[in-house]
């Protein structure tokens, strides 16, 4: 979990809006999922070897955009102290990586089109729930 700064999220649950902009956010990045899960030891066991990488320093920016509901579900499970209201919805995101002699930046605008899944969710459990 990486903490953040509290102006970096706006949210209007109501509205199924919300947005997500962090600048300059110094990250390592582990170069593949195998990797990160392994802490840069790699997988060495067939039939999926990836030998080891290790993690580099790198900034990210990000601008994520959730815009408007398009459908709801309700979840109220009593029995194992979870419930919420999520909102399905559309959503953007532009990005940004650089490390020592690499860059990247994605789409800008980014494609709406491209999104497959976005969620926006209020929920209450564990200590923090009540029937």
Same mark, same amino acid.
């Given at each position: ?49 990836? %030998?080891?990488? $290790? ?9 994520? *955009?959730? /815009? &408007? ?17 999520f909102l399905s919805t ?6 940004s990586s650089e490390q ?8 800008? %605008?980014?494609? $709406? ?9 209020? *929920?209450? /459990? &564990? ?5």
């Amino acid at each position: 979990m990486i903490a953040v700064d509290h102006d970096a999220v706006e949210v209007d649950f109501d509205s199924g809006r919300a947005r997500l902009r962090l600048r300059g956010l110094e990250v390592f990045d582990d170069h593949d999922i195998a990797n990160s899960l392994t802490l840069g030891i790699g997988i060495p066991e067939p039939p999926f070897s990836q %030998p080891g990488v $290790p993690p580099v320093r790198a900034k990210i920016s990000v601008d994520v *955009e959730w /815009n &408007g509901a398009l459908s709801m579900a309700a979840i109220d499970n009593q029995d194992q102290h979870f419930k919420g209201t999520f909102l399905s919805t559309d959503a953007t995101i532009v990005w940004s990586s650089e490390q020592d002699g690499f860059h990247f930046e994605s789409d800008n %605008p980014a494609d $709406p089109k491209a999104n497959l899944v976005s969620v926006l969710g209020r *929920e209450k /459990n &564990g200590v923090f729930f009540s029937g």
